[in-house]
């Protein structure tokens, strides 16, 4: 008796150290009904096809031309088309309608999964009539806030028994001032193109870099309060090393009340401290409005790119670096801040679909249902190019050798001879998963489903 074949789901996952624990949740729950999921760095998007011949992928986005092309064989070929957004809200129209590929009508997409209803509103809005099916599952990172997935972490070590205060950065552009012109203008081209905010992208990097110089102005007051033990957790977008050397730079005393993590998982973080410090409408302060974590925003510099009056009103603010421990005391000793409470929750329910643990498990669903009500296709090997293949084995032989699709053995060599010039491959090598990442995420997630068993 021959065994039916598993359906099979490619994920595509962009950063590691944002993307790939949720990948892995996914993950899990689409094998728990019946269907594998392999997990491949976004990087080998054009080498699964071959390497799987998988029933759906899942993109991050498809808003380049290559990919929408990209879908479109996918549709000929009857490889289902996924899109997860993997970080941001867009608040206004011009933003969704980017997201929801306005600018790349000719895209192709069977299931757009959206973090909310107005997403959804903006992906049928701008729907071709063929493709675009928006289904509304929240945001499959934030299940790690309840439980049993918020057992799979526990949370930065204390240094002692005093109030863990979380500050996390968002000052992912102002590295731009810094790199080769042609840097910026490789990303923000086509958003400038479409979102009026965009237009100035220059003078949103030149905003984030005198906010990120100003940071530890207002760090330096709370680390002389000797109250609080700090722990600074750059974005994945950041180079953690200009942190590292303002640490460096701090008298030793301050320098021991400090932790940087760059690497720890944001929900970690925000599960394991007392309070957290936001910067400009960053997406960790509703996070930690889910955590019931007390927020504080540092108010800084303002562009229309980067500042959000939907979210603004939404927070406790910190305009002097004088006035940063009184603040943090006072959300401390009321952590619900319950002036804001109400007005958060309303927030949650309307951008990020009323989070409750669940985002995961619903989105496996609907694409169970999506591979089933498939129409039958025609064998995928035959119709596969030279160059499918040639793709393929090499993301196999890679694999087998625990490395990336994107490893360059010429990379380290390059960057040391031409810091700059290199800067953002080597960033982008850094956070690409590697099949060793993978196969520790799901250990995790065996373990808990074992542990889970044990208490039943």
């Excluded at 008796?1 to 150290?17: E, G, W």
């Excluded at 090393?241 to 021991?256: F, M, T």
Aim: net charge neutral.
């Amino acid at each position: 008796m021959i065994t039916p074949k598993r359906p099979r789901v490619v994920f595509l996952v962009d950063n590691k150290r944002r993307d790939l624990m949720v990948a892995g949740l996914i993950a899990h729950q689409l094998e728990r009904i019946g269907i594998d999921c392999a997990l491949e760095p976004l990087e080998s998007t054009f080498a699964v096809l071959a390497a799987y011949e998988p029933d759906m992928i899942i993109f991050n986005h498809l808003s380049a031309s290559q990919l929408m092309r990209y879908s479109r064989r996918l549709k000929e070929l009857g490889v289902l088309v996924g899109v997860l957004p993997n970080e941001g809200i867009g608040y206004k129209k011009e933003g969704l309608d980017f997201l929801a590929l306005k600018a790349h009508s000719g895209a192709h997409v069977d299931l757009f999964f959206c973090w909310n209803e107005p997403l959804a509103e903006a992906v049928r809005r701008n729907a071709t009539g063929e493709n675009e099916v928006a289904q509304v599952v929240g945001i499959p990172r934030f299940d790690f806030y309840f439980s049993p997935w918020s057992r799979l972490f526990q949370g930065a070590p204390r240094r002692s028994a005093r109030p863990q205060v979380l500050v996390c950065t968002n000052y992912v552009f102002a590295k731009y001032l810094e790199l080769p012109p042609s840097d910026a203008e490789a990303l923000f081209s086509s958003w400038a193109k479409n979102i009026p905010d965009f237009e100035d992208y220059w003078g949103a990097i030149r905003t984030h870099h005198a906010n990120r110089g100003r940071l530890f102005d207002f760090l330096r007051p709370l680390l002389e309060s000797d109250l609080y033990d700090v722990v600074l957790r750059p974005h994945p977008g950041e180079p953690s090393k200009w942190y590292a050397d303002r640490i460096a730079e701090l008298p030793g005393a301050l320098q021991e009340r400090i932790t940087m993590e760059p690497d720890r998982n944001i929900t970690e973080l925000i599960l394991g401290c007392d309070l957290e410090i936001s910067m400009d409408t960053c997406t960790t302060a509703l996070e930690s409005w889910i955590a019931r974590k007390p927020t504080i925003d540092l108010d800084l510099q303002h562009h229309p790119m980067l500042t959000n009056a939907i979210v603004r009103p939404l927070n406790v603010h910190c305009t002097e670096p004088a006035a940063l421990p009184a603040l943090v005391a006072e959300a401390l000793a009321h952590p619900d801040q319950p002036e804001l409470a109400e007005a958060r929750s309303a927030h949650l329910e309307r951008w990020c679909h009323s989070p409750d643990g669940t985002a995961a498990e619903g989105m496996a669903k609907i694409i169970a249902e999506a591979i089933s009500a498939r129409e039958p296709r025609r064998p995928l090997s035959p119709r596969l190019t030279f160059d499918d293949r040639r793709k393929g084995l090499k993301l196999k032989l890679l694999r087998a050798f625990n490395l990336p699709y994107n490893w360059n053995p010429l990379l380290p060599i390059r960057g040391w001879l031409n810091p700059g010039g290199t800067f953002i491959k080597r960033t982008v090598y850094a956070k690409t998963i590697k099949p060793s990442d993978v196969r520790e995420t799901r250990q995790r997630f065996q373990e808990l489903s074992g542990a889970a068993k044990m208490a039943e």
